[in-house]
């Protein structure tokens, strides 16, 4: 198989490209640094299995889950391998397509693993990944998260850099109403800046930015 590494990591993608390199299955490992790399590169056509973080500068890992999958060969596997593995992160990149989900602190055996099975048409969420989920079962914490449906538009409003007014005009509704519903998702968010909300929208899923297309 052909496996493309993409990551900002340099010494990261460096040492998995040698380690995998190794495995009989593969043929071919391409590393590519940024997204848009990736994305720009001819190579990524002929790439049975991706592997990717989603916390990279740029275009994100989650923005790339959403160009793979409505872009390229529905057989391509995708493995998200990222130090982020809250519940909600790890259920948001599988709704969006990811075959598979590893934290960077998993051993060379697990991931071939992982290859292995995800190659043969498996899903695979890794051993530390899996005690996250079955943890977040037992508590209250996801409710805390639920957005209604007006803070959700206000949240991407926002994210999407518009000010108080602006939004209150597209729904058609007060300034101080805007701002109240922008307080009650900063609450949820356990944040206290703006920009901390929209990083955490994005990190977490209930904010994607459009991907432009060079």
């Not at 190794?22 to 590519?32: A, G, K, L, N």
């Not at 890794?126 to 996801?142: A, H, M, P, T, Y």
């Amino acid at each position: 198989m052909n496996i493309a590494l993409v990551d900002d990591h340099l010494l990261l993608t460096e040492s998995l490209s040698n380690l995998l390199t190794r495995m009989p299955e593969v043929e071919s490992v391409s590393i590519f640094n940024s997204t848009e790399s990736f994305i720009q590169s001819k190579p990524q056509n002929n790439s049975d299995l991706i592997i990717t973080d989603i916390m990279m500068s740029g275009v994100n890992g989650i923005q790339l889950l959403d160009y793979c999958r409505e872009n390229l060969d529905e057989n391509i596997k995708i493995i998200v391998f990222s130090s982020a593995y809250d519940s909600q992160t790890v259920r948001n990149v599988i709704r969006r397509g990811a075959n598979g989900f590893l934290t960077k602190s998993t051993t060379i055996a697990e991931l071939k693993d992982a290859i292995l099975q995800i190659s043969a048409g498996k899903q695979y969420i890794g051993k530390s990944v899996r005690e996250s989920l079955i943890n977040s079962v037992f508590n209250d914490e996801q409710a805390v998260f639920q957005l209604s449906q007006r803070e959700k538009d206000v949240l991407q409003s926002i994210c999407q850099g518009k000010t108080i007014k602006e939004i209150a005009d597209d729904l058609k509704l007060s300034s101080h109403t805007v701002q109240y519903y922008q307080r009650k998702i900063m609450k949820k968010f356990q944040v206290k800046r703006t920009m901390d909300m929209i990083v955490y929208a994005i990190k977490h899923g209930y904010y994607v930015p459009e991907l432009r297309h060079s």
